[in-house]
Every structure is written in C-alpha cells, then in structure tokens.
C-alpha cells in the first residue's frame, strides 16, 4: 500500500514537470486580437486618418492603420490575459482562449506585449512619435487603468475606461498630422459618450452574469432602474455631443441633420429603455439599444467618410 | 529502456500542425513587418535617415 503511494506521487510530480506543448491554433491568437472591437477601431481611426488636413502618402496612411489595429489587438490580448478568470464564469466569454484553456495566460501576455512593442515602436519611428505615444497611452490605459483597476473596482468602469475606445481616431489624427486639434477631440467626446448607453444596455440582459464574474457593473451595483436613467441621461448628452461638431462649424449640415435624425432613433429606443422595466418587452429594449448603439456610431463616422470621398471626387468629375 | 533509446517528448500530429500553423503566421507576420519598412523607406526616400537625435 506504501509503495503505491510513493508511485503515484512521483508520477505526479513529473506530470506536472513535463512541460505543456500548446495546441493554440493561429485562429485562437486571432480571437485574442478582439476582432470584431478591432474592426471598429479601424473604421474609427481610419476617418480620424482621412478628415485630417493635408496630404498622408497612401504607404503611411496604410501602416497608421495597421498600427493602430495591431494596438487594439494588442489591448483585447493584454486584456484576456488579466480577465481569465472573470471571462471563465461568463457565457459570453467562457469560450474564449484563455479560459478554455486553448492558450495559457502566459503565451497571451507575452502576444500583447509583443504586438504592443512592435505596434508602438512601428508607428513612432515610421510615422511619428506623438501618435507613437498616444497609442502607447491607449493601450497602457485600456490594459492597465481599465482592465487592471476599474474594471473591478467601480460602477463608473466604463465610462471612464472608454475613453481607450475613444482614442483611436485621435491617434489616426496625430499620425495625419503630428499634432491634435478640435475636430479629433470632438470625435473622442462622440465615442466617449456612446460608451456608457452602449454597455449598460448589454449589461441589463446580462447583469447575471455580470454579478456571477463579481464585476461591479452598475446594473449589479446600483440597480436596474437606476441603470436606467443612466442610460436615458447619457443618451441625451451623446446626441448634444454628436450635434456640436456641426454647431461649431466644423462639420456641415449633412452631418448634422443625420446625427440629430440617428440621435432622435438612439434616443427614442433610451425612452423605451427606461419605460420597459419587466420581463420580455424590458429585455428586448435593452437589446434594441445595444444593437442599434453600434449602428448609431457606425453611421455617424460613415457619413463622415462619406463626405470626405465626394469631396476628394468632386474636383476630380469637374 | 536505457538513456540513448528514450524518446523525450513526441508531439502529437496535431501539436505538430498547429506549430507549423503558428510559424508560417510568425513568417508571414515579420515578411510584412519587412515590407512595411522597405516601402516607407522609398517613400521618404534619403530623408529617412536624418532625423535629430
């Protein structure tokens, strides 16, 4: 009996000295890069690129974007690293990587840092350092400043932390330029406050889960119904935001009379929000606004690029 | 078994797959970081090299 014993704790002890050999297909360090948030991050950055004065050579143009996306895979790396295991209780994120148990927390902390180094150096030395910098804050403020202390720590987690979500045009605009003005501000202030309306939609339908991972979202927190004057307050405020770039005269009335139209939608579907408050018809709100939300936010910074293109094309057809 | 004859660690034939998968992404990855270089070095052209220290 003594001998088995002794068998089995040294098998023990060297299964857990042979090394793991990791099976992490390449698809897996793809979803570590947040594909679908990346792909708002491009789209964002790329109008902050475009709306920026001057001439950017095709060649930069196309290496700030591939920076700035690199980055904010970076981030959705660093992040998934930190968050394990709060991702391994939530369905929605059960299945990601890390938790799953695919990719070691180690080999995804090493990915971000890696592709942060090389996404922060490319763009400094290549293009410029002020947009070198400015993605290094991005990626420091989404990893460290949200992920590593808001996140778990308050109800006002992402409103402050979106503000890494807001910066990325402001980085496109530095990289244009190599300096910052009004216009890239504005559409940080328009991301910034889409930010809040936008998860706190989510986190009504899913505040369960919110409150299983112990994350203090403010549904957990504060409740549903304050939630939800919450999201009715801020709603207001984005759609005054959205407005004010056409006010002030930066963008034209194109712009502006969409942003009103769009924020009138955004801000009818809030209302519903804060008048649905149970069962079905109070969830199927809340989801109407969080799929409208990124809508919203899309169509606003198409319209934009929309207006560059006609007028880049225009001179050309005259 | 005597020393000469243990094998060590023997991948599976998917650890295998997957290593090559993720070395031909890394290649792929440095080819384009080449590239990337290479291009913008012709488009700024000698004035790449003279920047203030």
């Known amino acids: 009996m ?3 014993v002794v068998v089995s704790v040294v098998e023990n002890h060297s299964l857990a000295l042979s090394p793991r050999i990791s099976e992490a297909g390449v698809g ?10 990346m792909s708002l991050v491009v789209f964002t950055a790329l109008v902050g690129l475009l709306l920026a004065p001057g001439y950017v050579h ?24 930190y968050d394990a295991d709060i991702d391994a209780v939530m369905a929605r994120t059960a299945k990601r990587p890390v938790p799953a148990g695919r990719v070691t927390p180690q080999e995804a902390l090493a990915f971000g840092l890696t592709l942060s180094l090389f996404s922060v150096a490319t763009l400094g030395v290549l293009v410029n350092w002020v947009a070198g910098a400015l ?7 989404y990893a460290v400043i949200y992920t590593m202390w808001l996140k778990r720590w308050t109800a006002q987690n992402i409103v402050i932390g979106g503000a890494a979500g807001a910066l990325p045009p402001v980085v496109a605009w530095a990289a244009a330029t190599g300096s910052l003005s009004m216009e890239p501000i504005l559409l940080f202030l328009i991301i910034f406050f889409w930010t809040p309306p936008h998860f706190w939609a989510l986190a009504l339908y899913r505040s369960d889960d919110y409150a299983r991972a112990g994350v203090p979202m403010l549904p957990v927190v504060a409740g549903p119904d304050a939630t939800r004057l919450q999201i009715l307050l801020y709603t207001v405020m984005l759609v005054a935001v959205a407005a004010s770039p056409w006010l002030l005269g930066y963008f034209d009335a194109v712009y ?5 139209v769009l924020g009138g939608w955004m801000l009818w579907l809030a209302v519903k929000v804060y008048r649905q408050r149970e069962g079905a018809p109070a ?11 990124l809508i919203y936010l899309f169509a606003l910074f198409a319209i934009l690029l929309g207006e560059v293109v006609v007028a880049a094309v225009l001179p050309l057809l005259s | 078994m005597d020393e000469e004859q243990r094998p060590g660690i023997v991948l599976t034939e998917t650890q295998k797959k997957r290593r090559r998968e993720r070395s031909i992404a890394i290649a792929l990855a440095l080819g384009v970081l080449v590239l990337l270089f290479f291009a913008v070095t012709l488009v ?4 790449v090299l003279n920047r203030p220290l």
């Open chain 1, 58 to 81: 095709p060649v930069l143009a196309i290496t700030s974007i591939l920076c700035i996306a690199v980055g904010a895979g970076a981030s959705g790396a660093l992040n998934m690293w």
């Open chain 1, 28 to 37: 897996d360090y793809l979803a570590l890069l947040k594909p679908r948030v």
């Open chain 1, 256 to 260: 502006g009379i969409s942003s009103l």
């Open chain 2, 44 to 47: 700024k052209g000698p004035a």
């Open chain 1, 135 to 141: 993605l290094a804050f991005t990626i420091f403020f």
């Open chain 1, 283 to 293: 969830v199927r709100a809340a989801r109407q606004l969080f799929g409208f939300s």
């Open chain 1, 2 to 4: 003594e001998a088995r």
